[in-house]
């Protein structure tokens, strides 16, 4: 199923119902006064985050959305009842515009709802109607209509945690071991030209593009990468064992990320991870893992995607982490 991260709905809240004429009928007394009930309110329309990356798609072949309509009122006074409330679930991260009003709704939150269109007003029975100097009215009024409008939807994605790295570092590779994901993979740089993205456990991991040097000042799709950084949770660092230097590889996307938009990114929390472990002996590990303790910091885990157990125990400590 393909990624959509825009679209466009209509959506309509639900009409009012009508209020009604009606009399009360009494045991030797026709027509005691007017008795006739409001319309019940039409259903509003909702919008709701939630955490499935992928939901746009599925609306792809149903674009029209309404709300249900209030009943109509009826005798003895009985109010008919309000028409069901229509709720929409949406990624998080997906802004709305309502293209009628320029309203806009922005959801960021699991579970945030939020009202974009209201329902119709039901109306009136005669019984609204009865005065001092109309004790038979025979108005009633009709329901209202709901609120219609086009709905463009824009997902900005936020991810829980986002994968980073330079080029070729085995941040996709990861992601699909991980979450199951299809990340295209390949050993050569720029592979990954737009985010992948995959659940685990609930959870958004997103796998962004490799960063080069000068990435913060715009050279290459960089800066474009970073953006997508910065609505992330997490900053999970990859760094390749495959390297001649982890450690100036790491510095050089440090430096990128420190850099960016006045350090914005460098403050977010950051879990280093040493990649493709099954190329190096334990000694070796050992020695980078010193070398990144002698410049104070912590490798939180070394993997290899051909390695079960450490991919579970990478599973476990980034659940940990984000809950």
């Not at 009865?130 to 009215?137: A, D, F, G, H, Q």
């Not at 980078?288 to 400590?317: A, G």
Request: aromatic share 6%; glycine share 14%.
């Amino acid at each position: 199923m393909a990624f959509v991260d825009e679209l466009t709905i209509t959506a309509r809240a639900g009409k009012g119902g009508d209020g009604v004429v009606r009399w009360l009928h009494l045991k030797g007394k026709e027509y005691s006064g007017p008795s006739g009930g409001n319309g019940g309110d039409g259903g509003n329309v909702y919008i709701r985050g939630v955490r499935d990356v992928n939901l746009l798609s599925r609306y792809r072949g149903e674009k029209n959305f309404t709300a249900g309509e209030g009943d109509n009122g009826s005798e003895r006074n009985k109010a008919g009842r309000g028409g069901a409330d229509l709720v929409v679930d949406l990624p998080i991260g997906s802004v709305v515009l309502n293209k009628s009003t320029g309203e806009q709704f922005e959801l960021l939150k699991d579970g945030e709802t939020l009202l974009v269109l209201k329902g119709g007003r039901g109306g009136a029975g005669n019984a609204v109607f009865k005065s001092s100097i109309n004790r038979s009215p025979v108005e009633s009024t009709p329901g209202a209509r709901g609120e219609f409008a086009e709905l463009e939807i824009n997902l900005s994605i936020i991810a829980d945690a986002g994968l980073i790295g330079l080029p070729n570092a085995g941040k996709s590779s990861l992601l699909n071991v991980l979450t199951g994901a299809s990340a295209k993979v390949g050993a050569y740089e720029f592979t990954t030209l737009d985010p992948n993205l995959g659940m685990l456990y609930g959870y958004v991991l997103a796998d962004i593009p490799g960063l080069i040097e000068g990435a913060s000042e715009g050279k290459g799709l960089g800066y474009k990468f970073l953006r997508h950084i910065s609505r992330t949770r997490l900053l999970v660092h990859c760094v390749s064992l495959e390297s001649a230097d982890p450690i100036k590889d790491y510095k050089a996307v440090r430096t990128e990320i420190e850099q960016f938009e006045g350090g914005i990114l460098s403050k977010k929390p950051e879990f280093i991870v040493l990649t493709k472990s099954d190329i190096r002996d334990s000694e070796q590990i050992q020695g980078v893992i010193k070398s990144f303790e002698m410049i104070k910091k912590d490798v939180d885990m070394v993997v290899s995607i051909i390695d079960d157990v450490e991919i579970q125990k990478l599973s476990s400590s980034l659940l940990a982490a984000l809950r």
